[in-house]
């Protein structure tokens, strides 16, 4: 596929969903309402870590109005998304892990009597000990959070790799520098709590509604807990007011509204409060990592080592993969040829840490451009400099065997430090401002499936006849990004017709041909690509239909305007939807599938599978601060970001995904942190004492793009949803440190840690002189 | 005990048995039936449920119900006259200031209070007044210029640029 002048792509369209959004019509799970309908709650551990002793549940059943009351001896089978490592139950079987674990759940006819019930479970626990904290839980002695973890000191799963000659390259270097730095607790904290309703219809069918990035894997897993076949499993998804990864794996609430609805014989809602959005969390690792970076004398860097503990909370979840994926986004966007990686998860009495936006990549990137702004600063080097000289060219493949086949990173160097004056400003601005540089890089999906499993990633049907007009059916989920609006508009520029003539199906595991699902910023590529091949195989089912009833040959026929045409004869057209009339008049229905499979590459290493993606994003971003030096507070000014998504299919939704990305990653550099107490019950779990930013934190936001395609990739697409966080954090705190000359290793940047560095500064400073 | 209340809603009356203690946002959700208005957290942190009471933007999810009898409360459903579109929510649209759309409900709402109020906020304005709703998708730069751009519909300088 190559670069034309598309009518659709990359152009502006209006999202089918957004006139629905805009007057509240968008229906979102909790929206749903069927007759008979109960409303389940969940009874949550009152302590952070003990054995279940008993039970008793007689008073709420009592109740009036209670329907159904659940705990989890009855369905005492282990989940995980990550199949080959299922830690979870629906409900606490045996014993909890931490302060605030669902152990009961009851159905009744309306959410006050539910809550009533709540309180009058009784349930006793043997006390075991808690840790709070990673370096607890290994402590010797300790005891195993999951009993039947292999690993000693509660070490969920350990990762070394190691590539070229780390010790040999660090003896060459002629300057290596490590620290150690730490990433905080944070939560994606998305708008939308979860929601899920069961239904089981006449003939025992489970019919769930849900908001879920997975529908897939939400699938397989009710099909587990449940015993029940999958075909008689019947998952939809609707509307999701945002997920960021946080509604990436299945949640508790899903399970358990198909659980009561069965045991009540109705249908079950199960709306979480944002409590219990914070407690079913998921969030993002906080790692303490030590890195170490060397250069060569012209800044080239030599090795870099990295030893890290990532504190992953109760459970299992992502954990696996994200250690993995930690591993896998070390170095790039960098050409380095000596790396290791060694590094640990930790269970810990806390809610489960797991997929959130740009994971795997956030903290080392953190990490590895904090330490490289500072290493060129050290050797008396412009930061834009070295990054530059270190960035990888147009393809490249890493030591670990990751194969980047389009990159134009160098390109969103000089544009975001050309279009920001980062040349001009850095190291030249008054005391309490600055600008800092950093760079980053995406997956644009993933290599393999979580399970053993051959079968293609995404696939997609066409449906295309002259009542119902174009109809992709596909898999994929729209969770807000516009998925929905991308594929559309795919199909309509294949087809050479409006993007408002294609309808889209997606989310439904019934409807729709098979997805993975919304996470690793896979979609575009592979949905899209699968979408692509679909209308191409329409295309080709038509084309010799209108050559025929044009007199030419298929090959010189195109399709656009409405129209297919010859591109050799002027005049030789004929309107599209006659020749599909024709088509369905000789053939009957026209209909075409499409699919998508990545390229399945390997290494000879644990964790070898992961981190390869079929192609990748790069960014990068200038982010000038002004601090006030009174209060302490940093204040981002300015962001600009030069990013390099390939073609943008539909730009304002890949700019809503830029700017979205900064102000997050904005929140977790500077004042996002869930606060943990020692009894690991939650200190701040609201959306008033867990900060997010608000409109009024918003800088200037500068939204660039390089000029950029992939010749391999639907329509020149790559990710976008993703990338683009990765340099935000890092950016900041090397402004930071232009501004003030203190270098944070610690997130977030609170007032009180500004106030206590310029003391320490001032202090040290007297002391010099 | 269940008390009987009228409501105006977007125009409309609604008879209404509740308790006391219901919450105006359950009431329009649940009892009345409109699904538009949303709750993100239920206790006033994220503006996501607001609604327009006698034109000002209420939190409905810590007003009781009780206390709206003989108010005219306006919830999204009541913003657009069929598949006519508010300026504000053609703004919204036009500058791709919806991602997820479940802040968005509120968010119109709020920018339309504002504009009414100030049909030329400058930015710092349009911060201020739009600080308690919370939006985790878009990071908030296309709503801003989504209200700058809505106040030049409504004051009827509407074809500006390639909107
Ligand atoms: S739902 Fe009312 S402020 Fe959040
Ligand atoms: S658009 Fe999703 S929260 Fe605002």
Redesign the pocket.
């Known amino acids: 596929m190559s670069k034309r002048d598309f009518d659709v792509i990359g152009k502006g369209v209006t999202r089918k969903d957004g006139p629905k ?1 805009v007057k509240g019509e968008h229906e979102f799970a909790d929206d749903l309402q069927f007759p008979m309908m109960l409303h389940g709650r969940i009874k949550r551990s009152d302590i952070g870590h003990g054995r279940i002793v008993r039970i008793d549940t007689s008073r709420a059943e009592a109740l009036t109005g209670v329907k159904a009351v659940l705990i989890g001896a009855e369905t005492p089978i282990k989940y995980g998304i990550v199949p080959q490592m299922p830690t979870e139950y629906a409900l606490a079987h045996e014993k909890v892990r931490f302060y605030g674990e669902p152990v009961a759940a009851v159905a009744a006819v309306d959410a006050e009597t539910a809550e009533q019930a709540l309180d009058l479970i009784e349930i006793e626990y043997e006390a075991l000990p808690v840790y709070t904290t990673p370096e607890e839980a290994m402590a010797e002695g300790a005891v195993k959070i999951h009993a039947d973890n292999r690993f000693p000191g509660n070490i969920a799963y350990e990762a070394d790799q190691n590539f070229g000659d780390v010790d040999e390259a660090f003896r060459n270097s002629h300057y290596v520098l490590e620290k150690t730095f730490k990433t905080s607790y944070v939560n994606h904290a ?3 709590p979860h929601c899920a309703v069961s239904k089981f219809d006449t003939n025992g069918e489970l019919f769930i509604w849900s908001t879920t990035q997975v529908p897939h894997y939400l699938h397989r897993h009710l099909s587990k807990v449940l015993q029940m076949e999958m075909n008689r499993i019947h998952v939809k998804v609707t509307g999701v ?2 997920a960021f990864g946080g509604k990436g794996e299945v949640s508790n609430n899903e399970l358990i509204s198909a659980l009561l609805a069965r045991k009540a014989g109705r249908p079950v809602k199960v709306l979480y409060s944002r409590k219990d959005v914070f407690l079913q969390h998921r969030g993002r690792h906080p790692i303490e990592m030590r890195v170490k970076v060397g250069v060569d004398k012209d800044g080239m860097i030599t090795a870099i080592d990295y030893d890290g503990t990532m504190d992953g909370g109760s459970y299992g979840g992502w954990g696996l993969v994200i250690l993995f994926y930690t591993a896998a986004m070390l170095h790039l966007p960098y050409d380095v040829k000596n790396v290791r990686f060694n590094a640990r998860r930790i269970y810990t009495n806390k809610p489960t840490c797991g997929a959130m936006r740009g994971l795997g990549g956030v903290q080392p990137r953190f990490a590895l451009e904090s330490l490289l702004d500072q290493i060129a600063i050290d050797i008396g080097m412009n930061p834009y400099e070295l990054k530059k000289r270190n960035a990888i060219g147009l393809s490249h493949e890493t030591v670990s065997g990751q194969v980047v086949r389009h990159c134009e990173f160098r390109k969103c160097l000089d544009q975001a430090v050309e279009l920001s004056g980062y040349k001009e400003k850095h190291g030249k601005l008054p005391f309490g401002k600055g600008i800092g540089l950093a760079g980053g890089y995406y997956i644009s999906g993933t290599a393999y499936t979580l399970y053993m499993a051959y079968k293609p990633h995404s696939s997609a049907m066409i449906r295309v006849d002259n009542e119902s007009g174009v109809t992709v059916y596909c898999g994929a989920t729209d969770i ?1 990004q516009g998925s929905d609006t991308v594929l559309g508009m795919m199909a309509a520029e294949k087809f050479g017709l409006p993007f408002e003539s294609v309808h889209v199906v997606s989310g439904d595991t019934s409807l729709a041909p098979f997805d993975l699902g919304t996470f690793a910023s896979r979609v575009t590529v592979a949905a899209g690509s699968a979408v692509c091949k679909a209308a191409d195989n329409i295309m080709e089912k038509i084309m010799p239909v209108a050559a025929i009833q044009l007199g030419v040959r298929p090959g010189q026929l195109e399709a656009r305007n409405g129209k297919i045409f010859s591109v050799f004869e002027p005049g030789k057209e004929i309107d599209f939807w006659k020749v599909v009339e024709k088509y369905i008049d000789a053939h009957g229905p026209l209909t075409a599938t499409g699919d998508y499979t990545p390229p399945r590459r390997t290494g000879n290493f644990k964790g070898a599978n992961i981190g390869h993606s079929p192609t990748y994003g790069f960014s990068a971003q200038c982010t000038e601060v002004d601090i006030d030096t009174e209060t302490g507070e940093v204040r981002i000014v300015r962001v600009t970001e030069a990013g390099d998504c390939g073609q943008p299919i539909n730009p304002v939704s890949v700019e809503g995904q830029v700017e ?1 990305s900064i102000v997050m990653g904005m929140g977790q550099a500077l004042f996002e942190e869930i606060k943990v107490g020692k009894d690991g019950r939650l200190l701040n779990p609201s959306l008033h004492d867990y900060k997010i930013p608000t409109m009024a934190d918003v800088p200037e936001l500068r939204t660039t793009f390089v000029d950029s395609y992939d010749p391999d990739s639907p329509f020149g697409a790559k990710e976008a949803g993703e990338g683009p966080i990765q340099p935000v954090i890092p950016a900041i705190f090397n402004a930071v440190y232009d501004a003030i000359g203190v270098r944070f290793t610690e997130m977030p940047i609170t007032p009180e840690k500004v106030l206590q560095a310029l003391d320490a500064k001032k202090k040290q400073e007297g002391k010099g002189r | 005990m269940k008390k009987l209340i009228k409501l105006e809603i977007n125009g409309e009356n609604f008879d209404v048995a509740i308790s006391p203690a219901a919450y105006l946002i359950d009431v329009i959700r649940e009892t009345v039936g409109l699904s538009g208005t949303k709750k ?1 957290c239920g206790v006033g942190d994220c503006g ?1 449920c607001t609604v327009l009471i006698d034109g000002r933007p209420t939190l409905s999810c810590i007003t009781l119900a009780v206390a709206c009898a003989g108010k005219a409360i306006t919830t999204i459903e009541g913003l657009s006259r069929g598949s006519e579109l508010h300026p504000v929510q053609r703004a919204f649209i036009d500058k791709g ?8 409900p509120g ?1 119109v709402l709020s920018s339309k209070a504002l504009l009414d109020e100030n049909p030329h906020p400058s930015q710092d304005e349009i911060k201020t007044a739009l600080a308690g709703n ?5 990071g908030y730069a296309k ?1 801003i210029e989504a209200v700058e751009h809505a106040g030049r519909l409504l004051s009827g300088e509407g074809c500006d640029e390639q909107a």
């Open positions: 959004k998305f708008m939308e007011g945002g807000g979205g | 993100g996501a200031a919806v991602q997820c759309g479940f802040c968005t968010m919370l939006c985790r998708c878009t709503i």
